[in-house]
């Protein structure tokens, strides 16, 4: 438990905080001292010179001079000895010594120095003067300023009350000035002492908060490591996913003994993609989807597994080809297997498509749509077929079945379905949707070129759309001629 401590320094919340602030100030402690004690033995030699001017006494200007001599000897001694580090204590003491020793020299100089004990007004204020420089340059605990001072004051008073030029008021007076110097001066020291406290606690608050900024970025460096390793673990996953997802996309060269050409523009926004194509041929009829998941990424990247392998079951398993009836089976599997009910509001995943059913034998094409459309171009004129209005999954409003459109086919005729990536991709000038009617219309006029060139056409507008800007959802289109 910590207590409040009072020293000669000031308030200090422990006895480790007081030596921690020794410890700190002790460079400057030494320095100011030792320089003090220099200037101090130097200075009372220096004035030594006028003793020859103020006394005829030979004995008295001998010891006068002797004494002077033996204190700049004093100083001088310390001054060179302190060129090594001191303890505080050490420093404390030789301090005390050197003030009263500059007390009791000055009040012997005075004494001496005034035979007639007549004193001049110079010498009146030596004394409070000298002190007021003790107690603004040494450095020592109050307590032993005020001993030296006390000591030196009372001796200066008694000295005084031997002079006859020295009446009563006088050294009243004096004793009053002395009392304030003293006053003053612990004050004075006071102050000094809070001065150096406050900048040493700021250090000390520096100190803890760049140790505790250093254990914070320690830390956050470890958990920056942790992140990063999961994330190389979980992107190295998302990649091993998106080569699984990859391998149940179908290669569409199966379809090429049913169909002229085709092309597929297939741009995952992430590394695992929530667009995906499905493709098959049973009883001689091919089935084409092009499906668009609820959101993208891992969400959608797991929803496209489902109805890749539904799908799978539906058309191989149950024999349905019919393209209303397909969506129709796909959509009650996804709810049952999602459980998704009036109620449960947290799980409307679920997915948009357009599937085709293309009969080469007899020239039919079913389609079925949940939001995606199909574009049917012949002979440069292009039909849209609305897909319903309702996903794959539970919707309050959904209708019965999907709609079932037939369309008479012709050799050459050209069949477009897609996802809304392409079309809702921000880009261009204004940073904008390259919106479903560029697309048609971009369709449109591709259409007159092989399915290839149709393909890197596409694919460039694209990307010179998208330009600099980030990718706004996966990207798929698909592009069959009969």
């Not at 005390?96 to 009791?104: A, E, K, P, R, W």
């Not at 058309?315 to 349905?320: C, L, M, Q, T």
């Not at 008479?408 to 079309?423: M, N, Q, R, T, V």
């Amino acid at each position: 438990m910590q207590t409040n401590v009072y020293t000669v320094w000031g308030n200090c919340k422990d006895l480790l905080t007081e030596k921690k602030f020794l410890t700190y100030q002790h460079s400057e402690i030494q320095d100011r001292n030792r320089m003090a004690v220099l200037v101090g033995g130097f200075t009372i030699l220096l004035v030594g010179l006028s003793d020859f001017l103020r006394t005829n006494h030979q004995l008295f200007l001998t010891i006068s001079i002797t004494i002077r001599i033996l204190f700049f000897i004093f100083c001088l001694y310390y001054f060179v000895t302190w060129k090594k580090k001191q303890t505080i204590q050490s420093i404390y003491t030789t301090s005390f010594i050197f003030s009263l020793f500059v007390g009791i020299s000055i009040n012997a100089f005075i004494y001496l120095l005034n035979p007639d004990k007549i004193i001049e007004i110079i010498d009146l204020l030596t004394i409070p003067i000298t002190f007021i420089l003790v107690y603004v340059f040494v450095i020592i605990p109050v307590y032993l300023l005020l001993i030296s001072g006390l000591v030196t004051s009372i001796l200066y008073i008694i000295i005084l009350s031997q002079f006859t030029n020295i009446d009563t008021s006088t050294i009243i007076i004096i004793s009053i000035i002395l009392v304030t110097i003293h006053a003053m001066g612990f004050y004075i020291n006071r102050f000094l002492s809070k001065v150096r406290r406050n900048e040493f606690f700021r250090i000390q608050e520096i100190k803890i908060l760049n140790i505790e900024l250093h254990e914070e970025i320690e830390e956050r460096k470890t958990v920056q490591e942790k992140l990063q390793k999961t994330y190389s673990e979980i992107t190295e996953s998302l990649y091993y996913a998106s080569n699984l997802q990859v391998s149940l996309l179908p290669d569409l060269k199966i379809t090429k003994k049913y169909i002229s050409d085709y092309f597929v523009l297939y741009a995952p926004c992430d590394i695992v993609s929530g667009d995906f194509y499905w493709a098959t041929i049973y009883n001689d009829k091919i089935i084409v989807t092009a499906a668009d998941c609820t959101g993208h990424g891992i969400r959608a990247g797991f929803m496209s597994f489902m109805a890749i392998t539904l799908l799978d079951d539906i058309v191989h398993v149950k024999g349905i080809t019919k393209a209303s009836e397909i969506l129709d089976n796909l959509r009650e599997h996804v709810i049952k297997n999602l459980h998704q009910t009036p109620e449960n509001t947290d799980l409307r995943d679920g997915l948009d498509i357009a599937l085709c059913v293309i009969d080469t034998e007899n020239m039919v094409l079913e389609y079925a749509g949940a939001f995606n459309p199909l574009l049917h171009i012949r002979n440069h004129q292009m039909v849209e077929y609305k897909a319903d209005r309702m996903p794959i999954s539970f919707y309050i409003a959904a209708k019965p079945h999907f709609t079932n459109h037939t369309i008479p086919l012709e050799k050459g005729d050209k069949i477009y379905i897609y996802s809304d990536g392409y079309a809702d991709q921000f880009g261009g000038e204004k940073n904008k949707k390259f919106t479903h009617k560029r697309l048609k219309r971009e369709i449109l006029i591709s259409s007159k070129l092989p399915m290839q060139e149709q393909y890197e056409l596409l694919t460039y507008l694209h990307i010179q759309w998208k330009g600099k800007h980030k990718r706004t959802d996966d990207v798929l289109l698909l592009g069959i001629e009969i």
